[in-house]
C-alpha cells in the first residue's frame, strides 16, 4: 500500500539525514583543529563544544521522529494487513477530546463516533468527506482512514467512551483557565500591593511639605555603583545615616528624600555629596506625629508623581488583560468546542 511504502521512505531519509548532520559536525570539529594549530589561535576550539551539543540536540530529534514513525508504521502494518477497505462518509469539524480530535463515520446508515489521532498526520477536510476506512481484525475499535494521499488513525468510540472524552477535554479546558486565572491574580495582587507601598511614600512626600525641622548630623554616607537588573535600572544606591533630636530624644534617619526609585544618576550623586556631606549640620524634616519619619528634602523628588500615576495605569491595563484574556480563552477553550461537539452530537 502506498501509505505503508511512504513511511518507510521517509525513515530510510531520516535515517540518512541524521548521518549526515553526524558527519557533518565531525567535519566541521576537523576543520576547526586544522584552523586552530595553523593559525596558533586556541579560541577557534571553544567552537567545538557547540558543535557537539549541535549535533546531540539534532541527532536526538531525528532519533524521536524515527521511533515514532515507526510505531506509527506498525499501527499501519496491523491494520492494513489482511484487511479490506471500505468507502464511507466522514464528518469532521475540529472538535477536540482528550485523545485526539472528534469525528463521525456514516456507512450504510450507520453513523459512529471516533477519535482522529490528527496529531500525527494531516487533518481532514471540515465537513462531510468521502473516504475509505480499513477496520483492523486485531483490535476491532482501530482503524485507519485515508483521501487522496493523506491517511490518519482513528478509534471507535462507543457511547460511554465518547461522553467521558467530551467531559474530560471539557474539564481540561477548565483548568487551563483556572491556572491562567491563578497566575494572573498573583500579578494583580503583587501589582495591588506595590501600589499600596508607593501610595504611602506618595502621601508621605505630599505631607513632608508642612513638615517641622531640626538641625542634624550626617554620620556617615556612602554611595556605590549597582548595575541594572529585572526590577531596578543601574545607577547609584547609599548607605545614609544622620541623628537629630526631637523632644529630647534621639532619632536615626536614613533618607536624603521620598523616592520610589531604588537608584539614582550620578548626576543627582555629585548634588547629594555637595549639599550635605560637607556640612556639620543640615536641616532635618521630620514628621510631628511620628518622629522617626523624617527627610533631608520636602516634597516629590525626580518623577515620583508621574511614577506613581503610570502604576495606576498599568494595573487598570492589568485588569482589563486579564478580563480580556479569560474571556478569549473561555471563548477558545470552552464555549467554542461546546458549539463544535454539540454539532457532532447533532449528527448522531
Not at 471500505?86 to 480530535?101: Q, Y
Not at 503583587?190 to 554620620?219: C, H, M, P
Not at 526631637?246 to 555629585?270: A, P
Request: hydrophobic share 45%; net charge positive; proline share 1%.
Amino acid at each position: 500500500m502506498n501509505i505503508i511504502k511512504n513511511q518507510k521512505i521517509l525513515i530510510m531519509f531520516l535515517k540518512v539525514l541524521k548521518i549526515l548532520v553526524t558527519t557533518s559536525t565531525y567535519l566541521m570539529i576537523s576543520l576547526v583543529l586544522y584552523f586552530s594549530l595553523i593559525s596558533d589561535r586556541k579560541l577557534f576550539m571553544l567552537t567545538i563544544p557547540l558543535f557537539i551539543i549541535f549535533n546531540f540536540i539534532i541527532s536526538n530529534m531525528l532519533i524521536k521522529v524515527i521511533e515514532k514513525t515507526k510505531s506509527n508504521l506498525k499501527e499501519l502494518d496491523s491494520i492494513v494487513n489482511d484487511n479490506e477497505s471500505k468507502t464511507c462518509e466522514l464528518f469532521f469539524n475540529g472538535a477536540l477530546s482528550m485523545s485526539g480530535t472528534l469525528g463521525l463515520l456514516k456507512e450504510d446508515g450507520i453513523t459512529t463516533p471516533i477519535s482522529l489521532q490528527t496529531g500525527k498526520y494531516n487533518l481532514p477536510n471540515k465537513g462531510y468527506s468521502t473516504v475509505k476506512v480499513i477496520y483492523n481484525r486485531m483490535k476491532s475499535e482501530l482503524l485507519l482512514i485515508s483521501w487522496s494521499r493523506n491517511f490518519v488513525i482513528g478509534k471507535i468510540l462507543d457511547t460511554k467512551s465518547f461522553d467521558k472524552e467530551i467531559k474530560k477535554f471539557l474539564i481540561f479546558s477548565k483548568s487551563i483557565i483556572g491556572v491562567i486565572s491563578l497566575v494572573f491574580v498573583i500579578i494583580f495582587i503583587t501589582l495591588v500591593v506595590d501600589l499600596f507601598d508607593s501610595k504611602e511614600e506618595f502621601i508621605n512626600a505630599q505631607n513632608s511639605l508642612d513638615w517641622q525641622y531640626v538641625e542634624g548630623r550626617v554620620i556617615k554616607s556612602d554611595f556605590w555603583f549597582v548595575k541594572s537588573s529585572k526590577n531596578r535600572r543601574a545607577g547609584y544606591k547609599n548607605n545614609l545615616k544622620y541623628e537629630y533630636f526631637v523632644n529630647g530624644k534621639q532619632y536615626v534617619g536614613d533618607m536624603f528624600y521620598f523616592s520610589m526609585r531604588e537608584t539614582i544618576d550620578e548626576v543627582e550623586m555629585q548634588r547629594l555629596k555637595r549639599e550635605y556631606l560637607n556640612s556639620n549640620f543640615v536641616k532635618i524634616y521630620y514628621d510631628k506625629d511620628n518622629p522617626e519619619i523624617s527627610i533631608l528634602e520636602q516634597g516629590h523628588q525626580e518623577d515620583a508623581e508621574k511614577q506613581y500615576k503610570n502604576k495606576g495605569i498599568a494595573l487598570l491595563i492589568i485588569v482589563i488583560t486579564i478580563f480580556l484574556t479569560l474571556l478569549l480563552f473561555y471563548y477558545m477553550l470552552v464555549s467554542r468546542q461546546k458549539k463544535l461537539v454539540n454539532e457532532v452530537l447533532s449528527k448522531l
